[in-house]
């Protein structure tokens, strides 16, 4: 099964991007902008890549200033900026970004 890029949860019919407020809005974001990433379909585009992972940091460092008084929840945000630096990095490491689902169909060459 071939897991199809998540451009349409991320951007409204007129391409403006839909805001992530809530953490699990985030969270499946994370994994949907990682998608999107190793998508190799036509419509994912490297605007379409660069603008979605432009506009999900920016969310995220909002929700991150907004939860910051709550340290149970600015330790939860914390943790998906983590996670997102480590995304960037790969980005430019020139890493292979493949979803979970292709990894274990297509193995790594040694």
């Known amino acids: 099964m071939r897991i199809q890029p998540t451009k349409e949860k991320m951007f409204d019919q007129s391409g403006q991007w839909i805001h992530l407020e809530t953490f699990d809005e985030f969270d499946n974001g994370l994994s949907d902008l990682i998608d999107l990433w190793s998508s190799t379909a036509k419509t994912a585009t490297q605007a379409i890549k660069e603008s979605a992972?432009?506009?999900?940091k920016e969310d995220l460092e909002?929700?991150?200033?907004?939860?910051?008084?709550n340290r149970a929840k600015s330790k939860k945000y914390a943790s998906l900026g983590a996670e997102?630096?480590?995304f960037e990095q790969a980005l430019?490491?020139?890493s292979?970004?493949?979803?979970?689902?292709?990894a274990a169909v297509k193995p790594k060459k040694a």
């Open 62 to 69: 909002a929700a991150a200033l907004m939860w910051i008084d």
């Open 92 to 94: 430019k490491d020139g």
């Open 96 to 102: 292979s970004i493949t979803s979970e689902s292709e």
């Open 84 to 86: 997102l630096a480590e």
């Open 53 to 56: 992972l432009a506009h999900f």
